[in-house]
Nanobody
Framework: QVQMVESGGGLVQAGGSLRLSCAAS????????MHWYRQAPGKQRELVAT???????NYADSVKGRFTISRDNAKNTVYLQMNSLKPEDTAVYYC???????????????WGQGTLVTVSS
């Protein structure tokens, strides 16, 4: 079994910062690409940031210059540093990764349970 668990969400005022973490655990051989998504109330889930195993990064236009994705391969963890937060960043944030487990011959797509970020104006 493989799972991902997020932490770090909460309530913050506009202009503030938060750092999300997401740790993968279980029978992991290797983790490929890792993502952060978010879903605001009444909206579809959207891709926020991506980091490859080689640490190439991509961001949604709405967060460029404000959010930074990083990873610690030794800890099987991905982070999202969020600065200059805006009320429109309010959403449930989900981590996602392609994980090769010991019990499968292919990469699994694994999701975290989500963590709520609320930005007040």
């Amino acid at each position: 079994q493989v799972q991902m668990v997020e932490s770090g969400g909460g309530l913050v005022q506009a202009g503030g910062s938060l750092r999300l973490s997401c740790a993968a655990s279980g029978s992991i051989v290797r983790i490929n690409v890792m993502h952060w998504y978010r879903q605001a109330p009444g909206k579809q889930r959207e891709l926020v940031a991506t980091i490859t195993k080689g640490e190439d990064r991509n961001y949604a236009d709405s967060v460029k210059g404000r959010f930074t994705i990083s990873r610690d391969n030794a800890k099987n963890t991905v982070y999202l540093q969020m600065n200059s937060l805006k009320p429109e960043d309010t959403a449930v944030y989900y981590c996602n990764a392609e994980i090769l487990a010991t019990f499968k011959a292919y990469y699994l797509e694994v999701w975290g349970q989500g963590t709520l970020v609320t930005v007040s104006s």
